[in-house]
DNA sequence: TAGATTCTTGTAACCGGTTACATCAAGAGC
DNA sequence: GCTCTTGATGTAACCGGTTACAAGAATCTA
């Protein structure tokens, strides 16, 4: 950006570039006069800082490096808003890196932070942290978000999985519901084998049978498999999705095959995304406060940028919120797919 | 971030600092003996280059700015979703700022960028574009997004919320619709003003009287409207709302009130968020690509940082999307809010 | 084999800030 | 009036890279 530097301020206000630099990072010993000549020159000129040149000096950038799988679908959105509103509070600014699916363009993305940011957040639920963060010094500060088990002595976010999936399996039983199947996430994503073990534990407990299919996370994965229930007639009473954009696919499929939610068959889904109350029927979930997340996220970075030595994992517990997509029913004998194709 | 420094690379290969860097940025006068070297060394030691160190030197940061009023909603996560697909794909970084409400922030924003990136990206509907870029050099390169009239000679993306508006008015009268009440934005947001002026023009256009109310473009003041309208039993038969948020607080209302759309009313929104094709009845709106919006605006950044001199404006035209809240009325005398208190 | 040419490598200045240290002037103390 | 202290200001090194230019080595030409 073409600019005025500190020299040219300094050489218009006829004063050595160290007392520009003190009037303007208001250091208090500076005469009034000369504060006041700095100050004229500077706004003459419309003078502003460099911030890369300042960064360089202080080796503090005022800036945080975001790490994310991607940037689709509203959780990585409230994500953001969320971290967001910490930085701003505290004057940093968010630079945004995506890694997409695969280590290799991760390592890439936090190698082009070094130098730019004074810590990073870091969230991977779908590839392996040790092998991510092996490319790290040591000393860099770094915050994971839910990240799969790994050996890094760093502090930690982490939503309660398995608790949030075991309320959910106990939920649709206590709702009457026997046959219910999981919609998993894709293999290997920490968040998506958490919440099928959950599943798969609380309905062991209930002496029930898992179900499971696999899915994307992504609302189209929703939508092919409640299609596949439908055309296979299966006998399940309730589908427990592990996000929530699939659970809304599995709406959006019943609905057009004619299937009652939740007379029928009830649906979960995981996360409380902004639309999960929006929708109608409103759609059961279990609540992460999404935003609150990454504000912690950013809170515990800043801390230990500050110097705090807390490497605790912190585990917020989901918490399950009941609307209409699981109301118990109110005819016991019409339930399920086969329900309606009998 | 404490690190390996291009000197202790130099230093543990015995070589040149100045070999070192060509060694790694792939220069071709390098004797593979001595390359070969540096590799190692660099490996060794674990070496990642300091980005700010190099963009200081270079003038050059890989990094584009982004200021935007706010984080809220659909609308700019999926802006931002767009600006970085097309910026990952080049190579380059997102820097966020939000400027909230006032422009003093706004100005602010701006200055905590320079020296920081290569160029902006400024969506500011809300404040006076002059005001807020007059702080800008002109050299520095910026792309503007649906900002209000001004005198800067920058490109601009913008969307044309005039022809939107008196495509959906047309619509809603071919669809046999005359009471039609238009909840606009904020007063004094671009966008609002030139989405109220274009239903203005059209509903004059059909011979039909404006009938305005205000809100905010969050869903809580389309949900606030639609309860007085429904209280004081107004006489309108359709709502054309300024945004989908608001369409969306409107439909909840109308929902819990018990009012049929699109029998008793119709409901129209602007901008096409994932959202209004999920919800049920499906929202009827315009579609403006938002995450292409965000695509061009960085794709036209880096040609000026590129050196282009285009500063057109590029006016995009939303397309309207019909769905269900705005299906023909089938019976056409339980209509308006009325038929429901009658 | 000497001289010209080309290629490789190193030295040091530079990008635009901050700040340790030196310097100098003014006021205090005698 | 002279020294000592204190405070304001300037000089120059530094942050970690890049690169113009100089210098030296290797190759080519006659």
């Not at 300094?10 to 303007?24: C, H, M, N, T, Y």
């Not at 995506?98 to 280590?103: F, G, I, K, Q, T």
């Not at 929703?222 to 592990?242: I, P």
């Amino acid at each position: 950006m073409a600019n005025a530097t500190i020299r040219d301020v300094a050489r218009a206000a006829d004063v050595s570039v160290a007392s520009v630099s003190r009037v303007l990072n208001r250091h208090e010993n500076v005469r009034p006069a000369l504060r006041e000549k700095v100050e004229a020159a500077a706004a003459k000129l419309g003078y502003v800082p460099h911030a890369g040149a300042r960064s360089l000096s202080l080796a503090r950038s005022n800036a945080i490096g975001v790490v994310l799988p991607e940037l689709h679908g509203e959780f990585f959105s409230e994500l953001l808003r969320g971290m967001d509103r910490e930085a701003s509070e505290r004057g940093l600014q968010l630079l945004l890196s995506n890694m997409h699916a695969d280590s290799a363009r991760g390592v890439e993305a936090l190698h082009t932070m070094r130098g730019r940011v004074d810590g990073l957040v870091v969230m991977a639920p779908h590839i392996d942290p040790d092998q991510l963060l092996s490319h790290l010094p040591v000393g860099v500060p770094a915050v994971m978000v839910n990240c799969a088990p790994h050996h890094q002595p760093r502090p930690e976010l982490r939503i309660d999985n398995v608790a949030g999936a075991r309320m959910m399996v106990e939920h649709l039983v206590a709702t009457g519901r026997r046959r219910i199947v999981h919609l998993a996430g894709p293999a290997g994503n920490i968040d998506a084998e958490e919440r099928l073990g959950g599943y798969e534990a609380a309905m062991a407990d209930a002496g029930l049978p898992s179900i499971v299919e696999r899915g994307t996370f992504l609302e189209d994965s929703g939508v092919s498999a409640a299609e596949r229930w439908v055309e296979r007639g299966d006998d399940v009473d309730a589908v427990f999705a592990a996000n929530d954009m699939m659970a809304i696919g599995v709406l959006m499929a019943f609905r057009r095959a004619g299937i009652a939610v939740p007379d029928q068959i009830a649906v979960a889904g995981f996360d409380d995304i902004p639309l999960a109350r929006l929708i109608s029927p409103s759609l059961t979930t279990l609540r992460i406060d999404i935003a609150l997340l990454g504000e912690r996220a950013v809170a515990r970075l800043i801390e230990q940028i500050d110097g705090a030595d807390d490497r605790s994992i912190e585990l917020r517990a989901p918490t399950l919120v009941v609307r209409d997509t699981t109301s118990p029913r109110e005819d016991p004998e019409n339930r399920g797919i086969r329900g309606n194709n009998a």
